[in-house]
């Protein structure tokens, strides 16, 4: 039975699913919900999701809804594959299991959403930049109307739709100086991964091979996953020059030169940080859908893929920019 991936492209926890789905190498089919469009909040998807977030996996009747859930849940069904989170008998195992919970520390929405509002703290970030403050609030303030419209509406998810709102309602993700907390601490995760990789490369900055270890094991694991999504991430955010370039933390430059060349991470990851095909071309489509349902057979399908080769080879047409509105 084929497993279906629910995710949105540009999301950083998705990326850490799909990556681990690309990872296994497993069938699955792929449904992106399109965030600016609100598609995780409506009814259908709550249903599966009751968070109303991104990913979540469906296989049959079990469905998993958190990114470590679903890494973990992978290796339950691929049991002979290398484990994501090896057992004891694992040399590394124990720093798969400290790092990877060091990692889940660090504030990765703080950050994105703090890089949208003070530039001043980024460099060639890669973020829309007509995101500011007062933008993000009323965004927030909108989402916050449109779930209690929805609770109104759909009895049934009632109980799931004030839970979110009590959790969208209660982070501050503009704050200032919060960005600027989770920025300092993540710096200094970010120097404990680097003393880690120091000691697995020992002087070695490229030309890896697979014999060569990756962060934890001798084998990609879910610290790689976390890490190659963070990584990926700074990029995206403007944070890389704080995080290891120009010299600084060289085997952190050297691990995401080297993971960029990995073929799951290609596939999961390559256009991510494009956000008008991670998230303008969802938006359009659903849009599409929600208009002429209809319509979305191989039509759309064609159509969209035209826009992206299109995107890719010609550039992106004006009309883009004065249309492309974010709502993470």
Known sequence: ???????????????????????????????????????????????????????????????????????????????????????????????????????????????SFGSLCYRQY????????????????????????????????????????MDKIKVHEGRDLTNKENFLVALKECDSIMEEIEEELAQKWNGKFDNFTDSDPWLCCDHFTIADIYLATLLHRFVLAGQVKRMWSDGKRPYLAAYYARVQQRKSFQRACGSANNLYLSVLLPKLKHQIRKAFPRLMGFSVFAASLGLAVYVQYKGYPSWWHNNLKLKF
């Open 1 to 111: 039975m084929a497993l279906t991936l629910y995710y949105n492209p540009a999301s950083f926890f998705s990326q850490r699913a799909r990556l681990a789905v690309e990872e296994k190498g497993v069938a699955y089919r792929s449904h992106i919900i399109s965030h600016p469009s609100g598609e995780a909040i409506e009814p259908w998807y709550m249903r599966i999701q009751p968070k109303g977030t991104v990913p979540a996996l469906k296989h049959g009747e079990i469905i998993k809804t958190d990114s470590k859930d679903i890494i973990l849940y992978l290796d339950e069904i691929t049991p002979d594959a290398p484990k994501f989170y090896p057992d004891s008998r694992i040399h590394g195992s124990d720093r798969v299991a400290y790092l990877t919970d060091l990692m889940q520390t660090i504030s990765v929405e703080q950050i």
């Open 122 to 161: 980024t460099q060639d970030c890669k973020l829309p930049n007509r995101f500011d403050v007062k933008y993000a609030k009323q965004s927030f303030d909108a989402m916050g109307d449109k779930m209690r419209k929805l609770a109104e509406k759909h009895p049934d998810l009632r109980d799931s739709y």
